[in-house]
């Protein structure tokens, strides 16, 4: 599945709401999914926030696919990209401090996901690759 939207700050809901449904194949549990859905929220909002500037004239793009047990998202933009990605992936920095943001978009969604990875060009965007196993509800009853 692929979708592209606006970089628009009420999108945010909609990608969460769309993986949500999209995962649901699945039959994760609330945690997997509760942890997919805030996973996404950040990556949007930082693609929104940080790629574009609240630009609502950017795209933000979200591929999922399913692999067996396994959801993978790859979410990117093609925003101002990341200046220095080793202190942007630390906890509690952020870059728009005026805006109270607080710096954890990157560590949680490392800590909610099973795989995790960033890449950036200065001037070219940034895409977050990540991966969720899901143990399906029926599998834990059985």
Request: no cysteine; net charge negative.
């Amino acid at each position: 599945m692929t979708l592209t939207f606006s970089a628009r700050s009420e999108n945010e809901a909609f990608a969460r709401v769309a993986i949500a449904s999209f995962v649901s194949q699945l039959d994760p549990t609330l945690e997997e999914l509760n942890d997919l859905k805030t996973a996404v929220s950040e990556a949007v909002t930082n693609a929104i926030i940080h790629g574009y500037d609240s630009d609502p004239s950017g795209k933000v793009t979200i591929e999922a696919s399913i692999e067996g047990d396994s959801v993978s998202l790859i979410i990117s933009d093609n925003g101002h990209g990341i200046e220095d990605l080793d202190l942007a992936r630390q906890p509690l920095y952020t870059s728009k401090p005026e805006l109270e943001r607080s710096g954890m978009g990157f560590t949680i969604m490392e800590n909610f996901m099973d795989r995790f990875e960033v890449s950036s060009d200065l001037g070219g965007g940034t895409r977050l690759s990540m991966l969720k196993r899901i143990e399906s509800k029926k599998a834990l009853y059985n």
